[in-house]
């Protein structure tokens, strides 16, 4: 069965290769069939800024085989909203504490007619609800609106549309709330938790970095 493993700094050692694997999946949903060709990288990994020590990983195992994840970015550092789209959140980029970045989210092509895909955005909703996140700042195309609407995320726009790769794109804030954890859940018939973490971690909130004002 597939489970959502949280990955971060304090147990990446005993996820090496599902990592290279999920880097390697990016470069092949990303590059190769959405065509974000500024991403393209002759090794074949699609890796980035953000992707170092202060990330969660949110993985879809299934066997030991990637079939899906998401990344969070805690808002408080730069980070991709802040430094690459800041131009697409008129209204403003929200940045605190509780408030991350959720980002490269993916599916492989042959599950995305499953529950994987609720399953990723149960646990991004669980995971947050856990951890005190409250709120994720996200830069989609502007399909994922009316995906998100039928999961029940709330979700407010920070700005107009605007064209990324010959895409309608939009930024926006999606509100983390019990609601649409359960709603998400219903949608997909899951029950019961999809987290599945070292129960040896520290809360994910005691390891932002505070910045100064």
């Not at 010959?166 to 029950?191: D, F, H, W």
Request: charged share 25%.
């Amino acid at each position: 069965m597939t489970k959502i493993h949280v990955i971060r700094r304090d147990n990446q050692h005993l996820y090496e290769a599902s990592l290279e694997e999920y880097f390697r999946l990016r470069h092949e949903v990303f590059v190769r069939e959405r065509g974000w060709r500024n991403l393209h990288r002759l090794d074949g990994r699609e890796i980035d800024a953000y992707d170092n020590d202060n990330a969660v990983y949110l993985l879809a195992i299934d066997q030991d085989r990637v079939v899906g994840g998401q990344r969070l970015y805690p808002t408080v550092l730069p980070h991709m909203l802040s430094e690459v789209f800041g131009h697409m959140a008129q209204r403003g980029i929200p940045r605190a504490d509780r408030i991350f970045e959720w980002t490269r989210y993916f599916v492989v092509k042959e599950r995305r007619m499953g529950r994987t895909d609720c399953r990723l955005l149960a646990a991004v909703q669980e995971f947050c609800l856990e951890e005190g996140i409250t709120e994720l700042t996200a830069v989609v195309e502007m399909w994922w609106l009316p995906r998100w609407q039928q999961a029940g995320f709330k979700v407010k726009p920070l700005g107009l549309p605007t064209v990324i790769e010959g895409q309608p794109c939009i930024a926006a804030a999606i509100t983390v709330s019990r609601e649409s954890l359960e709603q998400v859940r219903r949608l997909a018939g899951l029950r019961g938790s999809m987290l599945l973490r070292n129960a040896q971690m520290s809360p994910v909130l005691d390891r932002v970095p505070h910045v100064a004002a």
